[in-house]
């Protein structure tokens, strides 16, 4: 009896850690994936505003479903030289309906090839 009992505890405990290990796995690949998606449109960013640049990531964040807020992003340029600095705080349930806050933070450092326009 003793032992089914440990074994369903240690059960119980592999589907928790692999519950926390799955959740964590699918915020920290959105991450990525978003970060990636901000160094191209920076490196790709044109003759773009820093402020069009800026809504351009706000979209990109919405596309890979990353809880960015407008105010979590700062975009700068100096010359063809662009910065990018991105952070926020996502959700991870790393326990069943109990939601633990998750940091995320980037900068994207890139050169264009021309540099963008000045006017915001």
Same mark, same amino acid.
């Given at each position: ?15 928790? +850690? ?10 920290y ?7 990636d ?28 479903? +990353? ?6 992003? +700062? ?6 030289a ?36 000045? +006017?915001?």
């Amino acid at each position: 009896m003793i032992t089914v009992i440990r074994r369903l505890i240690s059960l119980a405990l592999l589907a928790l +850690v692999a519950n926390a290990t799955w959740h964590v796995f699918l915020a920290y690949s959105a991450h990525y994936k978003f970060r990636d998606a901000v160094n191209y449109a920076a490196e790709n960013r044109g003759d773009k505003t820093d402020d069009a640049l800026h809504d351009q990531i706000v979209q990109l964040a919405a596309d890979e479903d +990353v809880p960015v807020q407008p105010d979590d992003i +700062v975009v700068l340029h100096e010359g063809i030289a662009t910065a990018v600095t991105v952070s926020y705080t996502r959700p991870i349930e790393l326990v069943p309906s109990y939601p633990y806050g998750w940091s995320f933070s980037f900068r994207a450092d890139t050169y264009t090839h021309q540099a963008p326009n000045s +006017v915001k």
